[in-house]
C-alpha cells in the first residue's frame, strides 16, 4: 500500500501537466494544420512574421504571397499565422454596458 502511495503524487503531476500543456498545444497545432490546409488562392492572408497579403498561387509546401502589385513573396505554407477576415470580430462589452446605463 505505500508503494501506491509514493506514485500517487508523480501520476497526479503527470495528469495535470497532460491536461494543462500538453493537451491544449495539441489542439492548437490541429487547428494550424487545418488552416494550411483550407488555404485557398485569393485569400487574404498574415504570416507569423505579420506579414500581409494575398495568396496567388499554392504549393503542396509554399504559398506566394503578392504584397503589393507586381510584388510576389514566397513563403512555407507553416509560416501562415491566420486568414483575415476569418475572425469573428471583437466587441467590446464595455461600451455595451455604458450604453445600456445611459
Excluded: N, W
Aim: no cysteine.
Amino acid at each position: 500500500m505505500e508503494g501506491l502511495a509514493g506514485l500517487a503524487l508523480p501520476i497526479l503531476f503527470i495528469a495535470v501537466l497532460y491536461l494543462l500543456l500538453i493537451r491544449p498545444q495539441q489542439r492548437r497545432a490541429k487547428q494550424h494544420r487545418q488552416l494550411v490546409s483550407a488555404l485557398s488562392v485569393g485569400d487574404d492572408v498574415v504570416t507569423i512574421g505579420g506579414l500581409h497579403g494575398r495568396v496567388v498561387d499554392l504549393t503542396d509546401e509554399t504559398m506566394d504571397l503578392e504584397v503589393t502589385d507586381d510584388i510576389v513573396l514566397r513563403f512555407q505554407r507553416s509560416s501562415l499565422a491566420r486568414v483575415v477576415g476569418d475572425e469573428e470580430p471583437v466587441q467590446d462589452t464595455a461600451d455595451d454596458e455604458r450604453s445600456e446605463e445611459s
